[in-house]
């Protein structure tokens, strides 16, 4: 391995393996393995058409003399099998699976993977969404959810993992999820079940350019989705795949490999090597690699901000992604948390949080989880989405817990009146733009509001907490738009971030810089390269008796004016009446760069 902490893979699609000379082939090797350093590719057999054995063969001796891992691959997408094909509206060529030559096929190309390796990955074109006449019979009264889901698990049992393992019983096999999580059970992709019969699983990563692209993914996803799949496969999560198109310059798609790494792969996969072979986006990655595998062996396990996304849900979508663009480390999992698994976390403060968003309302059961968890001494912390799908959904069960309501109006605010660290002292900041909420009325004095919003006379709460046993409810008002997020002023951004803080270190600067907590006192702040970014500068607000923050190793020399320990420039009480401290240290940092620290007490 090139790496201590991670192996560096990428993967050969199957046209381009039939084609490539032994010459080329070793050509593009040394540029890889100069600039990036390759320990294992992935070698495709099916991708529309058949990688030839002969070809596979010569890989492998290749591959061998450059001391590189080779596991096989399959995209499952191959074009008309037939004249009746024509008439399937198959997005991408994915297969039909109602369509018997087409299942016929997809069973000879595991049987082939399966001959020619002992491990192989499924690329993320592992979905259906075809509504062929065949499809609209087979799924009968189901609807296309039920179908799907049903469908897929049986594909991925008869038609991959059985031919597979008979041909050979000792092959492993891995399914890559996409980065789409809020339209898989829309598309068959099941991993409430899947990780059950597959050997491990594999995340997408790719974020791209946020705006330009056709799925408009918030930057931090290429952790957070990592971090979610964890939970999904403890232990069984392969590796973090992103690429570099759409990116529209290099510190795009290299944060990519940034974010992926924070998480703490096994792997860290590029796609695909003719993408990477003579690109200047790639010259980079070896060199910050090495940084990053520094960093990561320093590191803990990732914490965070729990939020409860079930399984086949879909609402708010990656509004954990929104949150964690403006400095709130959060942690996706697929089961809701018990208090005793929060309060029990390790970590400095605040670790009786879950937050909750529209997605939550999937699970049949969530008032009650919700109700045991706050009773318990919990702070469950609600979207403005989720509040507006339980008034709906069940009015009276969540009104046990609040007397917030909706009535469907909006609100549109440029004036702010926040607490001022914590305090019952208040203060009023103007916003640079009007922005639209949806409308949460709540009762004075039975519902406290910590934070309102609004122009001239009219405001409301975006942010009001009611009392349940030994807990809390918290309802959090969100724009109708996440990105806008990113306009609030800061000291609105500062509270909200207050509020959702489970490890004890918050920001109280603007937006654009990520922060990442891990379980040994250990931090690493990132300033994205979006659109218009600029050096970012904030108090960072830890809290205890902090005495000093020691910059990690990132493998080189440090520079003569490069920082390595900070000392706070003052200390505060958390809020009025507390007997804890903050200290605050001052930090700034540039556009790409990242720095981790650990917090000495």
Request: proline residues 5%; aromatic residues 12%.
């Amino acid at each position: 391995m090139h790496y201590k902490n991670f192996k560096t893979v990428t993967y050969c699609v199957a046209g381009w393996v039939n084609h490539i000379t032994e010459e080329e082939l070793r050509e593009q090797a040394d540029f890889l393995q100069k600039y990036v350093g390759i320990d294992k590719i992935y070698l495709e057999t099916y991708r529309d058409e058949f990688a030839k054995k002969e070809q596979l063969d010569m890989f492998k001796r290749v591959m061998k003399d450059y001391r590189i891992e080779v596991s096989g691959g399959i995209t499952t997408v191959t074009p008309d099998l037939n004249e009746t094909d024509k008439k399937r509206q198959r997005l991408f060529n994915t297969f039909c699976y109602s369509n018997e030559p087409m299942r016929a096929r997809l069973k000879e190309v595991s049987e082939y993977t399966a001959s020619q390796f002992d491990e192989f990955i499924i690329d993320d074109f592992f979905f259906t969404q075809c509504q062929c006449e065949d499809c609209i019979r087979e799924k009968g009264e189901r609807s296309w959810e039920e179908f799907r889901l049903e469908k897929m698990m049986e594909v991925s049992r008869d038609l991959i993992i059985g031919p597979a393992k008979k041909v050979n019983p000792k092959v492993h096999i891995i399914i890559k999820y996409p980065n789409w999580r809020e339209s898989f059970a829309q598309t068959g992709y099941n991993p409430g079940q899947q990780p059950e019969i597959f050997d491990s699983i594999y995340t997408g990563t790719e974020t791209r350019h946020g705006a330009q692209t056709d799925q408009h993914l918030p930057r931090y996803l290429s952790y957070s989705l990592m971090r979610y799949f964890e939970s999904v496969a403890t232990g069984r999560n392969g590796g973090g795949w992103f690429d570099p198109f759409d990116c529209d310059r290099i510190d795009t798609y290299l944060e990519q490999a940034y974010l992926t790494a924070f998480a703490k792969p096994k792997e860290i996969m590029m796609f695909c090597w003719p993408a990477l072979a003579g690109n200047k986006r790639a010259t980079p990655l070896g060199f910050m690699y090495k940084k990053l595998d520094a960093i990561v062996g320093q590191l803990g396990e990732p914490v965070g901000l729990k939020t409860y996304l079930p399984f086949n849900s879909q609402g708010e979508d990656h509004l954990e992604d929104f949150l964690g663009m403006i400095g709130v480390p959060m942690e996706p999992v697929c089961d809701f948390p018990t208090f005793s698994e929060v309060a029990g976390a390790g970590v400095k403060a605040g670790a009786n949080k879950v937050l909750l968003t529209a997605s939550a309302l999937k699970d049949e059961k969530i008032i009650s989880k919700i109700e045991a968890f706050v009773k318990a001494g919990g702070n469950a912390i609600v979207t403005s989405g989720f509040v507006i799908g339980a008034l709906k959904k069940c009015p009276e069960q969540l009104g046990q817990l609040t007397g917030v309501s909706y009535r469907e109006r909006t609100l549109t605010a440029d004036e702010f009146h926040y607490n001022i660290n914590g305090n019952y002292r208040t203060a009023y900041v103007k916003g640079a733009v009007p922005i639209t909420f949806p409308s949460i009325e709540h009762r004075n004095n039975a519902t406290w509001s910590v934070m309102n919003a609004g122009h001239g006379e009219y405001h409301e709460s975006i942010l009001c907490y009611d009392t349940y046993g030994k807990g809390r409810l918290t309802v959090l008002t969100v724009p109708d738009m996440p990105s806008k997020l990113y306009d609030l002023p800061v000291e609105v951004l500062t509270q909200i971030r207050q509020e959702l803080d489970v490890c004890g270190v918050t920001i109280d600067g603007g937006v654009g810089v990520s922060l990442f907590a891990y379980d040994n006192k250990t931090y690493g702040l990132y300033c994205h390269t979006w659109d218009g970014c600029a050096p970012q500068e904030f108090d960072l607000h830890v809290r205890g008796e902090a005495k000093e923050l020691h910059r990690l190793s990132d493998g080189e020399k440090p520079m003569p004016w490069t920082i390595q320990t900070l000392e706070p420039f003052g200390v505060q009480k958390i809020k009025l009446g507390s007997e804890e401290n903050e200290a605050l240290f001052h930090v700034r940092i540039q556009p790409g760069d990242f720095v981790f620290f650990e917090v000495k007490y």
